[in-house]
């Protein structure tokens, strides 16, 4: 399973239950259609250093980088190199 569809399992598992993971597109805007606020940010924050197993630098915390499924990807793919 690629980064993109782990992410994006997740996504939906935690924040929009009533969705199919195959119905989120990969360019969803979350933060502009309130999918993740805040507080959903420090959660994603604590389970991508979890399932991916690295670190994210407090300058990585820019609400750009978790603004769709493909920033958060990005966002792994550069914490893993």
Known sequence: MSN????????????LPDVEASDLPPD????RN?????????RVVDWIAAEFDVSIED?????DNFRTVENIDALVASAKS
């Open 59 to 63: 300058l990585d915390l820019s609400p």
């Open 4 to 15: 993109t569809q782990t992410i994006t399992k997740y996504i939906v598992r935690e924040f």
């Open 28 to 31: 969803y805007d979350l933060l």
């Open 34 to 42: 309130g999918v993740i606020d805040s507080l959903a940010l420090l």
